[in-house]
């Protein structure tokens, strides 16, 4: 059996004392699902259990039934999941997760700001703030149901035990219904080649660790990084908006296949790629689950078609060039 601990305390032992005398007991599911993609301070969890009530566990709350519900609590749990799949051997192990919505749930705001409008979980699934999340299901052993309303602590010292953890890789939203596809973290191990490959473009991601470029570097009068704010919000299937304050100095395209990080408003800390840009015009490769505001603080990223062209022209970085640029294109070779 997997060991949890609670305040430092490993609670597999008092499981145990609770198996061995054979009585009755309750058992609620814990979910918590930690986003990556917006830039809170630290990564955002939000907890949910399968019991009609919110459940006060580890400090925290885990929220039950609809936040409709009348204060009976008359109502089913809000989330379910189906089986978990294992599987022998390094295959990946699955979860399914259905969450009702009742449009209540809000996402805290990114920046911090209380007056920040705030992402609702449909809006949040739509927008496709989920995928990647962590998922991390437990199970809680209670000796007894707690009665409603809590007039005191139920006994929680049996702990929970981890039964599941893994990554969204799938998120849909259906009527009120968000389905959510969970596989394990041997789906990272998933990769058909291998770290090192001969190919004539760049290995390197760039500013990571063996690239080494400087986010906030400069080259040949450019600044790899430029912030500013959203002046115009153009609108469209592929948003396109301006960057200003100051306007952008750089070269048409300089920061294709770079990024666009917000830095407040309700999207502070989201970033998308950029497939194009002409001055402070720019266009997103995929579009922003809501139409920023003007004045939304944005810092625009240079981006790297990964050539040796590129890194020697743009950031300077020839020594570090980790690809093979005379390797013949497929069609050249013999």
């Known amino acids: 059996m997997k060991r949890s601990?609670?305040?430092?305390?490993?609670?597999?032992?008092?499981?145990?004392?609770?198996?061995?005398?054979?009585?009755?007991?309750?058992?609620?599911?814990?979910?918590?699902?930690?986003?990556?993609?917006?830039?809170?301070?630290l990564p955002l969890t939000l907890r949910w259990c399968d019991w009609q009530h919110d459940i006060p566990f580890e400090g925290v709350t885990w929220f039950g039934g609809s936040r409709l519900a009348s204060t009976s609590g008359e109502s089913g749990p809000r989330i379910?999941?189906?089986?978990?799949?294992?599987?022998?051997?390094?295959?990946?192990?699955t979860l399914d997760v259905t969450l009702m919505l009742d449009g209540t749930d809000l996402l805290p705001p990114a920046d911090g700001n209380p007056a920040t409008s705030r992402f609702g979980l449909a809006e949040a699934v739509k927008g496709?703030?989920?995928?990647?999340?962590?998922?991390?299901?437990?199970?809680?052993?209670?000796?007894?149901?707690?009665?409603?309303?809590?007039?005191?602590?139920?006994?929680?010292?049996?702990?929970?035990v981890t039964l599941f953890g893994g990554q969204i890789t799938e998120s849909k939203l259906q009527a009120s219904t968000v389905y959510l596809g969970v596989k394990s973290s041997l789906e990272r191990?998933?990769?058909?080649?291998?770290?090192?490959?001969?190919?004539?473009?760049?290995?390197?991601?760039?500013?990571?660790?063996?690239?080494?470029?400087?986010?906030?570097?400069?080259?040949?009068?450019?600044?790899?990084?430029?912030?500013?704010?959203?002046?115009?919000?153009?609108?469209?299937?592929?948003?396109?908006?301006?960057?200003?304050?100051?306007?952008?100095?750089?070269?048409?395209?300089?920061?294709?296949?770079?990024?666009?990080?917000?830095?407040?408003?309700?999207?502070?800390?989201?970033r998308r790629t950029i497939r194009s840009q002409a001055g402070g015009s720019v266009e997103l490769l995929t579009p922003l689950p809501r139409a920023p505001v003007i004045g939304d603080g944005a810092i625009l990223q240079a981006g790297c078609?990964?050539?040796?062209?590129?890194?020697?022209?743009?950031?300077?970085?020839?020594?570090?060039?980790?690809?093979?640029?005379?390797?013949?294109?497929?069609?050249?070779?013999i």
């Not at 597999?12 to 009585?23: D, E, G, H, I, V």
């Not at 379910?80 to 990946?92: D, T």
């Not at 309303?149 to 139920?154: D, S």
């Not at 078609?305 to 070779?333: L, V, Y």
């Open 5 to 41: 601990l609670e305040g430092g305390v490993d609670r597999t032992a008092n499981l145990k004392a609770l198996f061995a005398a054979s009585q009755t007991f309750v058992m609620v599911d814990l979910y918590e699902v930690t986003l990556l993609t917006l830039g809170y301070p």
């Open 80 to 93: 379910q999941r189906g089986q978990i799949k294992h599987q022998l051997g390094v295959e990946v192990d």
């Open 128 to 160: 496709g703030l989920f995928e990647g999340a962590r998922v991390t299901l437990r199970r809680l052993f209670l000796p007894a149901p707690p009665s409603y309303p809590l007039v005191a602590p139920f006994d929680t010292s049996c702990g929970a």
């Open 189 to 270: 191990l998933n990769i058909g080649m291998p770290r090192n490959v001969f190919q004539a473009s760049c290995l390197d991601t760039l500013y990571d660790g063996m690239c080494r470029v400087s986010r906030t570097g400069t080259y040949g009068g450019n600044a790899f990084q430029h912030v500013g704010e959203v002046t115009v919000n153009a609108g469209g299937s592929l948003l396109v908006f301006t960057v200003g304050n100051p306007a952008v100095p750089h070269p048409a395209n300089y920061f294709q296949f770079g990024t666009v990080q917000f830095t407040d408003g309700v999207m502070a800390g989201l």
């Open 305 to 333: 078609d990964k050539t040796k062209a590129m890194c020697i022209a743009k950031f300077n970085n020839w020594a570090r060039f980790r690809g093979f640029p005379e390797i013949p294109s497929a069609d050249n070779a």
